[in-house]
Nanobody, 124 residues
């Protein structure tokens, strides 16, 4: 069992940056795959970025080159560094994880564990 807690959301102007953190409980988190998924008002969940147990990273085309996902297994934490933020990045951002450490999936439903979400608001 893994519990995920996000932090780092907030309000920022377009062009600005934010770093989201996802702290995980459980000693085996280093063996999990993880990802960030967002939901904008009135829209479906949207995959943002993923990272495997081995550190392989992949991104949605909409954020490639602007966002970076990383993990610190010693701290049981996954990060999402967001730069060049746009108003369309406004959403609740969720951290997600899956015990299949090699999971590479852009389908949010493939991740078994979820945090409560953190709001990111980008103003123009």
């Amino acid at each position: 069992q893994v519990q995920l807690v996000e932090s780092g959301g907030g309000s920022v102007q377009a062009g600005g940056s934010l770093r989201l953190s996802c702290a995980a409980s459980g000693r085996t988190f280093s063996t999990f795959a993880a990802g960030w998924i967002r939901r904008a008002p009135g829209k479906e969940r949207e995959f943002v970025a993923g990272i495997t147990q081995s550190g392989y990273t992949y991104y949605a085309d909409s954020v490639k080159g602007r966002f970076t996902i990383s993990r610190d297994n010693a701290k049981n934490t996954v990060y999402l560094q967001m730069g060049s933020l746009k108003p369309e990045d406004t959403a609740v951002y969720y951290c997600a994880a899956d015990p299949f450490g090699s999971l590479v999936s852009r389908n949010p439903s493939d991740f078994d564990y979820w945090g409560q979400g953190t709001q990111v608001t980008v103003s123009s």
